[in-house]
T-cell receptor, first 111, second 116 residues
Framework: DAGITQSPRHKVTETGTPVTLRCHQT?????MYWYRQDPGHGLRLIHY???????DKGEVSDGYSVSRSKTEDFLLTLESATSSQTSVYFC??????????FGEGSWLTVV | AQKITQTQPGMFVQEKEAVTLDCTYD???????LFWYKQPSSGEMIFLIY??????QNATEGRYSLNFQKARKSANLVISASQLGDSAMYFC?????????????FGQGTRLTINP
């Protein structure tokens, strides 16, 4: 157990509404990540953070923003959700040895 | 160009048999790491095993071992004595470089089904 909690775990929202997913960790890891998983694409990196207020883009960052105001929390925001953002979102951390652990996932449906 | 290739979309294996899941990768970095994850039907991503590019020995974790062939750029997962609970999707992933953020690139996965 890497001490990662994602919320909400399931959400249905309407096109055009803002959505925020939260990732909370209890182990004080420096690096945190957001991935999305879609059929046929595996997992792809959206954004990552290397410290409080330090974030950078991943492979599929368009339409997403992130924030990290505390070490333990990494937020992913969809400013105006679209149907193409229907996906499973995973938060991850990397520990001191470089192993990456994932949260339980958040299922988001945009209708 | 795809960096991680898993050529087996699905595999069916009898319980108690050993199974090898294929993974090939492409990188020009000298320092990189290879990971395998298991995703059961419940959806979570479970870390199984890790191999660093400079590790001389193949990684092992219980019934899991990683057959690392650097010259062939392959990192196959071997599961010995398969169990019904091994039925799941399996993903191979790679991170390039050593320092800093451990950004992973994933393959598309192999769905393993263990038959009783």
């Amino acid at each position: 157990d890497a001490g990662i909690t994602q919320s909400p775990r399931h959400k249905v929202t309407e096109t055009g509404t803002p959505v925020t997913l939260r990732c909370h960790q209890t182990e004080n890891h420096r690096y945190m990540y957001w991935y999305r998983q879609d059929p046929g694409h595996g997992l792809r990196l959206i954004h990552y953070s290397y410290g409080v207020k330090d974030t950078d883009k991943g492979e599929v960052s368009d339409g997403y923003s992130v924030s990290r105001s505390k070490t333990e929390d990494f937020l992913l925001t969809l400013e105006s959700a679209t149907s193409s953002q229907t996906s499973v979102y995973f938060c991850a951390i990397s520990d001191a040895g470089g192993t990456i652990y994932f949260g339980e996932g958040s299922w988001l449906t945009v209708v | 160009a795809q960096k991680i290739t898993q050529t087996q979309p699905g595999m069916f294996v009898q319980e108690k048999e050993a199974v090898t899941l294929d993974c090939t990768y492409d990188t020009s970095d000298q320092s990189y790491g290879l990971f395998w994850y298991k995703q059961p039907s419940s959806g979570e991503m479970i870390f199984l095993i890790y191999q660093g590019s400079y590790d001389e020995q193949n990684a092992t974790e219980g019934r899991y071992s990683l057959n690392f062939q650097k010259a062939r750029k392959s990192a196959n997962l071997v599961i010995s004595a398969s169990q019904l609970g091994d039925s799941a999707m399996y993903f191979c992933a790679m991170r390039e470089g050593q320092r800093g953020a451990q950004k992973l690139v994933f393959g598309q996965g192999t769905r393993l089904t263990i038959n009783p």
